[in-house]
């Protein structure tokens, strides 16, 4: 079943003769299957826990079969909700009602053990790639369903970094927030302006706790020292790999630059004004 259901996907996809509304969303919305595995790696809920937050994972392996095997084997003790392969078609471990193990050690607005009150997502990805179109596209025609079924504000559709930042680096840079976020999946702060890369150095004991206290306000882990210490570093290595990707890698990744500053400050207000 598997094998013909994507078989389709990629022959209709590959017609470009096809009229528009064939193709493209339109043809994953219309054909979007959702192949149900099982995945033995998954408890109950907390009582009373809703879902409100959704987790976007990479998988970091060879292929998605390898994930997949890997994430329905109990010897591993790790699985999520869904896994979206390189051509789009998506797979799902373990029903939304139930705990997922995909999070870990993890923290999100003050609130310990994501997987209580979240749905994951893996994208199967080697680790250091680009994601495909049609895999992007299935993760976006997933997650609107999702945010219309279950309490998800678009404050708490994050990264697996975002939770877990001393020790996780995935989805890799490559992946685009803001494109999501343009499909009112997720929170971007859209602004212009010069000299984002500008660091900003010689901050105060007072400017590096208004930093990290507005760190922590968007969600992060993070007690406000008054200091670049370590949990700061990864906190902001964290917070530029979402939200500013396209200077991620042109410098040191834990400094402090206009573009953060900026964006941080245009994310507090657009939250404000979501509450
Ligand atoms: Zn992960």
């Not at 909700?81 to 799902?92: A, E, P, R, S, T």
């Not at 760190?215 to 992060?220: A, M, Q, S, T, V």
């Not at 530029?240 to 245009?266: D, G, I, V, Y």
């Amino acid at each position: 079943m598997n094998i013909y259901i994507r078989c389709i996907i990629m022959i209709l996809k590959s017609v470009p003769s096809l009229p528009l509304i064939l193709q493209g969303r339109f043809l994953l919305l219309y054909f979007m299957k959702i192949l149900k595995l099982n995945s033995p790696n998954f408890d109950k809920r907390p009582d009373n826990s809703s879902i409100d937050t959704l987790i976007i994972h990479h998988t970091n392996m060879q292929d998605a079969d390898s994930a997949l095997k890997r994430l329905c084997s109990p010897e591993y003790t790790v699985s999520s909700h869904y896994l979206i392969d390189k051509h789009g078609v998506i797979y799902q471990l373990v029903p939304d009602h139930l705990r997922a193990w995909h999070a870990g050690i993890s923290s999100w607005r003050g609130r310990e053990s994501v997987n209580n009150f979240s749905i994951g997502i893996e994208l199967d990805n080697q680790g250091a790639e680009p994601f495909p179109l049609q895999q992007i596209d299935s993760l976006i025609a997933l997650s609107k369903e999702l945010i219309t079924k279950h309490p998800i504000e678009a404050r708490n559709v994050i990264a697996h970094y975002d939770i877990a930042p001393h020790r996780k680096d995935d989805p890799n840079h490559f992946f685009k927030w803001e494109l999501l976020a343009s499909e009112g999946i997720g929170i971007f702060p859209n602004i212009n302006y010069t000299a984002k890369q500008k660091v900003l150095s010689n901050l105060s004991y007072e400017d590096i706790i208004k930093i990290q206290h507005k760190l922590k306000i968007f969600g992060y882990s993070i007690n406000p020292t008054g200091e670049f210490d370590f949990q700061t570093a990864r906190v902001i290595i964290a917070f530029k790999r979402h939200f500013c990707f396209s200077s991620f890698l042109n410098n040191n990744q834990e400094l402090w630059t206009l573009e953060a500053e900026k964006k941080l400050n245009h994310l507090m207000s657009m939250i404000n004004e979501e509450s």
